[in-house]
Nanobody, 114 residues
Framework: QVQLVESGGGLVQPGGSLRLSCTAS????????MAWYRRPPGKQRELVAT???????NYVDSVEGRFTISRDNAKKMVYLQMNSLKPEDTAVYYC????????WGQGTQVTVSS
């Protein structure tokens, strides 16, 4: 496993932007597929976006075109740039590494509200 720490959450108005960061430990970070998940209030955790070690990305339909996942393997960082935020994006966001077993961060709260 790797240790993951998220940062960058907060309160933002609808239409605004936030950038989440995830710092990873471990010497072989670059081989892992990384992902961002979120847990909206009262709902189950859902996958938001993934990025492979080589940089291939995938997104859930609801964030396609608004969110961008990226990584810097040299810095062992993963990012989630969130633009055009909507109230329904409100959730606790989690960084995850596809290790065995899966590694999780502690989560960071994102609240989209006027």
């Amino acid at each position: 496993q790797v240790q993951l720490v998220e940062s960058g959450g907060g309160l933002v108005q609808p239409g605004g932007s936030l950038r989440l960061s995830c710092t990873a430990s471990g010497s072989i970070f670059s081989i892992y597929t990384m992902a961002w998940y979120r847990r909206p209030p009262g709902k189950q955790r859902e996958l938001v976006a993934t990025i492979t070690g080589g940089g291939s990305t995938n997104y859930v339909d609801s964030v396609e075109g608004r969110f961008t996942i990226s990584r810097d393997n040299a810095k062992k960082m993963v990012y989630l740039q969130m633009n055009s935020l909507k109230p329904e994006d409100t959730a606790v966001y989690y960084c995850s590494a596809r290790t065995v077993p899966t590694s999780w961060g502690q989560g960071t709260q994102v609240t989209v509200s006027s």
